[in-house]
């Protein structure tokens, strides 16, 4: 049992430990109020993430011949990201591209077929940022007429398939996954890493004009930290079972 008595009348009458006594107690102090701090900054930070459902349907076009008048020649300003019209096609476009965006290390995406101009440019994006992309796709609709995935290929972005007549049907992209960010963090033999958080997104949608404006899709993005996860595992399963057809799919032109 700790004299608390002892210690007292040790700090009153002994300057030195009076000194390292309040130097110990405000280092101790600070380092608590810090955690606390840090707590609720977390806290606020994770309720503040995303987790959205974004539908596409019959109104998605309603505003699109007012969005290209109102588009200068050039202009990288995202016109509907203000949008009045919550079923914006060019708006909700814009909420998985703001999602691309902010991608610090890694992009997965396995989509069966995908042709849109703006995602592509996203992921292009992020190849300067040096983003890790990754892309698994249908052995068919890969090669469809305007595939983005046979120029990202061609940009270096690894791509693999699955050899088989059934279809590689899923539409869903994770952003910076748990797993692949720590499996990067161990390729580039870093200590630590810029801190960032997962995101999927998935549903109906294929990355396509089609899909994400004229068709009824859904499409869900989440921060959920299971749900990131079980995709990424998803993935990465699927990742190494096509691992046979990277090399021979799409040799750079
Ligand atoms: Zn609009």
């Known amino acids: 049992m700790l004299n608390t008595h002892l210690i007292m009348e040790q700090i009153r009458y002994h300057p030195i430990v009076a000194t390292i006594s309040i130097a110990v107690g405000t280092v101790l102090a600070s380092e608590v109020i810090w955690k606390v701090v840090q707590y609720f900054r977390s806290k606020r930070e ?4 995303v987790h959205e459902v974004v539908v596409f349907n019959e109104l998605g076009e309603i505003c699109a011949a007012q969005h290209l008048w109102n588009t200068r020649p050039g202009s990288q300003e995202p016109e509907a990201a203000h949008c009045r019209n919550t ?9 998985i591209a703001e999602q691309i965006d902010r991608a610090v290390y890694s992009i997965d995406l396995a989509i069966y077929t995908f042709t849109s101009f703006s995602l592509a440019d996203a992921l292009k994006r992020a190849l300067q940022r040096d983003v890790s992309i990754r892309i698994i796709s249908d052995g068919e609709m890969v090669f469809s007429s305007g595939s983005q995935i046979t120029m990202l290929a061609r940009l270096g972005v690894p791509v693999r398939v699955p050899i088989t007549t059934y279809m590689m049907h899923n539409k869903f992209c994770i952003i910076d996954g748990v797993e692949r960010v720590e499996e990067i963090r161990q390729l580039r033999k870093r200590k630590w890493m810029r801190p960032c958080y997962s995101i999927a997104v998935s549903g109906s949608v294929n990355w396509t004009r089609q899909g994400l404006g004229g068709n009824w899709e859904n499409c869900i993005i989440t921060a959920d930290e299971k749900l990131t996860a079980m995709f990424q595992a998803e993935f990465n399963r699927m ?6 057809t990277e090399a021979s799919l799409i040799q750079p032109k």
């Open 46 to 49: 994770k309720a503040n993430r």
């Open 239 to 244: 990742w190494k079972a096509f691992e046979k």
């Open 87 to 95: 079923h914006c096609t060019l708006r909700n476009v814009g909420k």
